[in-house]
């Protein structure tokens, strides 16, 4: 079991371009989540995936952001023209469903800087 | 709305004490509580968690009790070791509906000292 996997580790980018961070779940779980966390906060969730389907989308989900999960296993998450106030550490987690409640496996994270 | 309250920024413990970290929480949906333990520039990794069914789950040094009426958890560590200093953060989880998105805590930093 290789857990859960986030490229790229660090994202430097200036204000206003494009980035894109993959995440790739444990392999067979079901569920795959994306989490932000800010200095001295706890992760804020962001959205989630059961399969290819996207279920869910937090306030906190501007136009600026997208993601997709093409074929229910790996994850993309897009921001377009990024603001200063986008850097962040952004985390994915993934789930198996196969009761009543599930335990989220977390990814090491992708830690964007915008300048 | 901080559903979900950690007071205590942080804790020091002397090494093969016991550790006590504290949990409030306001929404009386959530049914499923998890701790996870976080490592600077690394993803937050599971420790235990606890179904409100229950009132206590033990896995090791690692012991979550519940108290549904207080809507109060905390975990305690036992014997605590250095290799525990982390942040920790406490979550909850409103089960059985479309979403089990975890609600975080702002995390306790924990110190063990030799």
């Known amino acids: 079991d290789t857990g859960v996997s986030q490229d790229p580790r660090h994202k430097i980018t200036k204000r206003g371009q494009n980035v894109t961070f993959r995440c790739d779940p444990i392999?067979?779980?079901?569920?795959l989540y994306w989490y932000r966390q800010t200095l001295g906060q706890g992760p804020e969730f962001l959205t989630y995936?059961?399969?290819?389907?996207?279920?869910?989308k937090s306030r906190l989900l501007s136009d600026r952001f997208s993601a997709e999960r093409p074929k229910g296993s790996f994850s993309t998450l897009e921001i377009q023209r990024t603001e200063q106030g986008d850097s962040a550490m952004y985390l994915c987690?993934?789930?198996?469903?196969?009761?009543?409640?599930?335990?989220?496996?977390f990814g090491p994270g992708t830690r964007l800087l915008v300048l | 709305d901080q559903q979900v309250k950690q007071n205590s920024p942080s804790l020091s413990v002397q090494e093969g004490r016991i550790s006590i970290l504290n949990c409030d929480y306001t929404?009386?949906?959530?049914?499923?509580f998890l701790w996870y333990k976080k490592y600077p520039a690394e993803g937050p990794t599971f420790l235990i968690s606890?179904?409100?069914?229950?009132d206590k789950n033990e896995d090791g040094r690692f012991t979550v009790f519940l108290n549904k009426s207080a809507k109060h958890l905390s975990l305690h560590i036992v014997p605590s070791q250095p290799g525990d200093s982390a942040v920790y953060f406490c979550?909850?989880?409103?089960?059985?509906?479309?979403?089990?998105?975890?609600?975080f805590g702002t995390g306790t930093r924990l110190q063990v000292f030799p």
């Open positions: 995936f059961q399969n290819e389907a996207q279920l869910e």
């Open positions: 987690a993934s789930s198996l469903v196969s009761g009543f409640q599930e335990t989220q496996y």
């Open positions: 392999s067979e779980h079901n569920r």
């Open positions: 979550a909850a989880s409103a089960g059985g509906a479309d979403t089990d998105k975890l609600i």
């Open positions: 606890i179904s409100s069914i229950k």
């Open positions: 929404n009386s949906m959530f049914d499923y």
